[in-house]
């Protein structure tokens, strides 16, 4: 196997594997499941969405969403709200403590892994260096 076909290999591996196992273990840190981190990652406090938007957003069907924001809705992560002109529509937005959670989830999403921070100083910034470069101009 070509080397530049195994190091496409290991960076979809690294991609796929790490950040969703990372993502998984961190939702489950602040007892949220992944789609339910996911929704609070789409919801905002001043900015209403409907849930059929939020079912968009999330790729799946509405008929899944009315689940997932009870379980939020009885944390009080998530507000729901009629729509003004059709009542049959209801509108999401975070709560405070919504918020706060949401904040804490990306502040630990955002923060290296341990597979990351415990490469040595030159290593990561030798990572850095590539895949910068694989993302700037010497793309295929």
């Not at 796929?16 to 007892?31: C, M, N, Q």
């Not at 406090?45 to 008929?63: N, V, Y």
């Not at 009315?66 to 709560?95: C, N, S």
């Amino acid at each position: 196997m070509p080397l530049a076909d195994r190091v496409w290999g290991l960076l979809i591996q690294v991609s796929l594997d790490r950040v969703h196992r990372h993502f998984a273990l961190t939702a489950a840190e602040l007892e949220l499941a992944p789609a339910q981190a996911l929704a609070l990652q789409q919801l905002q406090t001043d900015c209403p969405i409907s849930m059929r938007e939020l079912a968009a957003r999330l790729k799946c069907d509405p008929s899944n969403i009315t689940g997932l924001i009870d379980r939020l809705e009885i944390r009080g992560l998530v507000e729901r709200r009629a729509h003004p002109a059709d009542r049959r529509v209801k509108y999401l937005l975070l709560t405070g403590a919504g918020q706060d959670l949401r904040e804490r989830l990306e502040a630990r999403l955002f923060s290296a892994p341990r597979f990351i921070s415990e490469l040595l100083e030159h290593e990561q910034a030798a990572l850095s260096k590539l895949l910068a470069e694989i993302l700037g101009e010497r793309r295929t």
